[in-house]
C-alpha cells in the first residue's frame, strides 16, 4: 500500500495498492531542522481537506513545526490502515476513538502519547480519555471533535408539505407514507464505498435491542444469529428498505446528500458531515432529529452513534517531538475550532476550552443532541474489530441484504457468525 510521497522519500510506504486512489498535498511552510513531521491523512473530500490545511497551518505556528501531509481517500486510508500501519508509516495519522484505536494500539503498531495527556488532559472530559486509553490503560489518541448521526431533512421542504417531525416510531412509519403519498422518495441512501449502510444497522439494533447488546455483539460477546440480530433486519425489511432511495449500492453518500439538497429525498440518516455536501448559504434551511424511539423497554437510552476523531502517534515515529509538539496544539480548543470553522459540518469540539459562540445552529444542536444521549456508541466499523467490518466482511453482508432483503436472513446470519468464528484471535 502506498500513501504518494509529497516531501520527503521516506513517506513512501511498502506495498502499491493504494496508489491509484491515493490523494495528497503538501503543507505549508518550510521544513526548519529536527521540526519536521509528517502526517497521514483520510481527510480527502475537499470541505474537510481544506479545513484541515487551516487548522495544520495554525499549529505550525504556534508548535513551531512544519508538517508534511499525505492525504489518501477515506475509504481506501480506512480499509487498508493495517497494512500501511505494519510498513512505514507518517509519524502522525488520523483516525477514531474507541475499539479501532485499541485494537491498533494492542497489535503494538502504535505509540503512547500518555505524556501528551498528563499535559492536555484537563481540557477534556472523562468521557473522551476513556475512548482515548488503551487495554494497557495508556493514552493513543487525541480527540479533536465528535458528531452524531441524525435524520438531517430540508425545512423549507417539509414547510411546503406540511410534514411534522416525528417523535416516536409510530409517528416516524407514518411520516415515511406520508412523503412517499406526496411523490417524494423519504429516505436518501447510499452505499456504494460500504460503510454508510452500518449506521442504519447500528441505530435499528441500539432502538430494538439496547446499547449493550449492541456494544456486546460489536464485541463478539453476542451472536449474530441470535433473534434479536434477525429483529433488526426485519424491521429494516420492512419498514425502512420500502421508502429508501433506490440503487443504493451505486451510489456514493455525497451523491444521496446532494440528493436532499435537490429535494429530490426529504430525510437522510447520515452523520451530520452530510451538511458538506451543502452551499453555506443553503445550510440554514437544513434541520436535523435523533431516530426516534420505537417503543421499546430501551427507549429512554436514546443511544447513537456519535463518533470521535482525531489523531494517533505511529509505532516509530521519525520524529516523536515534533509529532507530539503537533498533537498537543491540536488539544486545544482554538485548533480545534479553527477546523471546525472551515468545516462546521464536522461536528463539535473536544476541547473544553473550545470558544462555541461562533457555532452554527446545526453544531449547537448537535451538541444538545449529544449531551441528551443516555448511550453513545462510536460507529459499527470503529467498535468492532477491522478484519470483521471490512468489505470483504461486515460491509459485505450488509450488501447482499440490501440488494436482497426478502431473503433467508438466518442463512445471511450464520454466514455472518461463521466469518466472525474463522477471525484469528486478537
Known amino acids: 500500500m502506498t500513501f504518494p510521497e509529497t516531501r520527503a522519500p521516506r513517506l513512501t510506504v511498502a506495498a502499491t495498492a493504494l496508489a491509484t486512489a491515493a490523494l495528497a498535498f503538501t503543507s505549508m511552510g518550510v521544513a526548519a531542522d529536527g521540526h519536521e513531521t509528517t502526517l497521514g491523512s483520510n ?24 508538517l508534511a501531509v499525505n492525504t489518501v481517500d477515506h475509504g481506501t486510508f480506512q480499509d487498508q490502515l493495517n497494512s500501511y500501519l505494519q510498513a512505514t508509516p507518517d509519524d502522525i495519522f488520523t483516525w477514531f476513538a474507541g475499539f479501532r484505536m485499541r485494537f491498533f494500539a494492542e497489535q503494538g503498531l502504535a505509540t503512547p502519547v500518555s ?39 430540508r425545512k423549507s421542504l417539509w414547510d411546503e408539505n406540511g410534514w411534522t417531525v416525528p417523535t416516536t416510531g409510530d409517528e416516524f412509519l407514518a411520516t415515511l407514507q406520508q412523503i412517499q403519498d406526496a411523490g417524494v422518495i423519504p429516505l436518501s441512501f447510499a452505499d456504494k464505498d460500504g460503510w454508510p449502510a452500518m449506521g442504519t444497522f447500528d441505530i435499528l439494533n441500539m432502538r430494538l435491542n439496547g446499547y449493550d447488546f449492541h456494544v456486546g455483539l460489536m464485541a463478539g460477546d453476542e451472536l449474530w444469529t441470535d433473534e434479536r440480530v434477525t429483529a433488526v433486519f426485519e424491521y429494516w425489511r420492512d419498514n425502512i428498505a420500502p421508502f429508501s432511495q433506490p440503487g443504493a449500492l451505486g451510489r456514493t453518500w455525497q451523491e444521496a446528500a446532494q440528493s436532499l439538497l435537490n ?8 452523520g451530520t458531515f452530510a451538511a458538506e455536501q451543502f452551499p453555506l448559504e443553503e445550510q440554514g434551511d437544513l434541520d436535523f432529529f435523533a431516530f426516534p424511539p420505537l417503543g421499546t423497554e430501551f427507549d429512554a437510552e436514546m443511544g447513537i452513534d456519535a463518533p470521535i476523531d482525531g489523531f494517533m502517534l505511529s509505532k516509530d515515529p ?11 496544539c491540536m488539544s486545544s480548543g482554538a485548533a480545534q475550532i479553527v477546523y471546525l470553522t472551515g468545516n462546521p459540518a464536522a461536528g463539535v469540539a473536544a476541547g473544553n476550552d473550545a470558544d462555541t459562540s461562533g457555532y452554527t445552529e446545526l453544531q449547537k444542536k448537535s451538541a444538545e443532541i449529544i449531551a441528551n444521549s443516555g448511550k453513545i456508541a462510536q460507529f459499527l466499523d470503529r467498535d468492532t474489530r477491522p478484519d470483521f467490518s471490512g468489505p470483504n466482511a461486515m460491509q459485505a453482508f450488509l450488501q447482499d441484504f440490501l440488494q436482497s432483503p426478502d431473503q433467508d436472513l438466518m442463512a445471511l446470519q450464520e454466514s455472518m457468525q461463521a466469518y466472525w468464528d474463522s477471525l484469528p484471535p486478537l
Do not use: H
Request: charged share 20%.
Open 263 to 270: 429535494k429530490e429525498t426529504a430525510m437522510y440518516f447520515l
Open 318 to 328: 521519525a520524529n516523536p517531538e515534533a509529532a507530539k509538539a503537533f498533537l498537543k
Open 115 to 153: 505524556d501528551v495527556w498528563a499535559e492536555v488532559g484537563d481540557n477534556y472530559s472523562e468521557a473522551f480519555k476513556t475512548a482515548s486509553t488503551g487495554n494497557d490503560g495508556e493514552q493513543y489518541f487525541i480527540p479533536i471533535y465528535n458528531y452524531p448521526w441524525v435524520v438531517l431533512y
Open 43 to 66: 481527510y480527502s473530500d475537499e470541505v474537510p481537506r481544506t479545513a484541515m490545511a487551516d487548522a495544520i497551518a495554525y499549529c505550525e505556528g504556534e508548535a513551531g513545526i512544519s
